[in-house]
C-alpha cells in the first residue's frame, strides 16, 4: 500500500484498487470493513445496536454517515426574524466525514483479522482504526496544520479527487475547530491496542431513542419514505442494504440511503 499514483500495475489492479472500487472486496481483504456499535452507557456491557459492514471504501464511507447520523440527535432552533430552521447536529456532518476519511486512508491494512471500529456512547463517541501514529508525528501537534504522510496515500489521493476533503494535513485540526463551535468539549487522540482512536466528548450525556412513527411528522415524506419510517417503528435498527431490500417497491441503493437521511433526520 506505498507510494502514489495509479491503481493499476503491470496491467494488475494493486491492493489499494481493490480496497477502493471493488464490489466485494473482502474476498481478497477481509479487513475492509467497519464494526458499528451504539452502547446504552458510558461502556459497552450493554449494546442496542452492533453490526459489522464490509464493502469498498466508499461504501464504508456512506454507511458510516448513514450509522452514526441515525444515532446522534439534532437539535432544531429558530432564530429571531428568520424563517428558516436551524438544524444543529451533536456533532457536525463535516467532522464525521474528516474522521472517517482518515480512519480508512491512515489504517494499515497489513492486518487482515483488523477493520475500523466506531462506538458510540451516552457520552462520547470513538473511532479507532488499526495502526498507530507514524513515526515522527506526536499527538501534541496534530491540532494543528501539519505535514501529510498518510500511510495509503494512493486511497488517499482517490478521496482528494473525489473532493472528499480539502486540505492535505488540515483534517484533524477541521474535527477540533468544528467541535469547539458546536459546544463540545476537545477531541482526544491516542493510541489503544496498537492502533489510532478518535474521542470525541459530547456537551451533553444523550439517551438511546427508538424511532415511533406515530410521533413522527410524515409532511412532505413521499409513499416510500414513509414505507421506510413504518419498517423502522418495527425494526429500528435495520441497515441501509436491509431497508432496501424489503421495500415493496424496488429502489436503488443509493436512492434509499438518501431516504434514510431524509426520514431519520
Known amino acids: ?42 461502556d ?18 456512506e454507511e ?6 441515525r444515532h446522534l440527535p439534532i437539535a432544531s432552533r429558530f432564530e429571531p426574524g428568520k424563517l428558516e430552521r436551524i438544524d444543529e447536529p451533536l456533532v457536525p456532518i463535516d467532522a464525521l466525514r474528516e474522521i472517517f476519511v482518515n480512519a480508512i ?3 494499515d491494512y497489513r492486518t487482515t483479522g483488523g477493520s475500523i471500529s466506531c462506538a458510540i456512547y451516552d457520552d462520547k463517541m470513538e473511532v479507532w482504526n488499526d ?30 479527487c473525489r473532493k472528499l476533503f480539502e486540505h492535505w494535513g488540515g483534517g484533524i485540526e477541521l474535527v477540533a475547530n468544528l467541535s469547539q463551535q458546536a459546544g463540545n468539549p476537545d477531541p482526544e487522540f491516542f493510541e489503544r491496542s496498537g492502533g489510532f482512536c ?13 424511532i415511533e412513527a406515530a410521533v413522527l411528522s410524515t409532511y412532505g415524506l413521499n409513499s ?17 442494504s436491509e431497508v432496501h431490500s ?9 436512492t434509499v440511503k438518501g431516504d434514510l437521511y431524509r426520514t431519520i433526520n
Open 105 to 107: 486512508c491512515h489504517r
Open 198 to 210: 478518535v474521542r470525541l466528548p459530547f456537551k451533553v450525556s444523550m439517551e438511546p431513542v427508538q
Open 224 to 240: 416510500r419514505q414513509k414505507e421506510i419510517l413504518e419498517l423502522l417503528k418495527n425494526e429500528s435498527l435495520l441497515s441501509a
Open 64 to 69: 458510516a454517515l448513514i450509522f452514526t447520523q
Open 1 to 42: 500500500m506505498s507510494g502514489s499514483g495509479e491503481v493499476i500495475s503491470y496491467k494488475h489492479f494493486i491492493n489499494a484498487a481493490v480496497v477502493l472500487f471493488a464490489k466485494e472486496p473482502t474476498c481478497w481483504l477481509p479487513q475492509c470493513k467497519i464494526r458499528f456499535a451504539r452502547f446504552r452507557g458510558k
Open 44 to 61: 459497552k456491557r450493554d449494546s442496542i445496536d452492533n453490526r459489522h459492514v464490509e464493502g469498498n471504501a466508499f461504501h464504508l464511507l
Open 246 to 254: 424489503r421495500l415493496s417497491k424496488p429502489a436503488g441503493l443509493r
Open 131 to 160: 495502526g498507530s501514529l507514524l513515526e515522527g508525528f506526536q499527538f501534541s501537534e496534530l491540532k494543528f496544520l501539519h505535514e501529510s504522510k498518510p500511510r495509503n496515500p494512493r486511497i488517499a489521493r482517490a478521496f482528494y
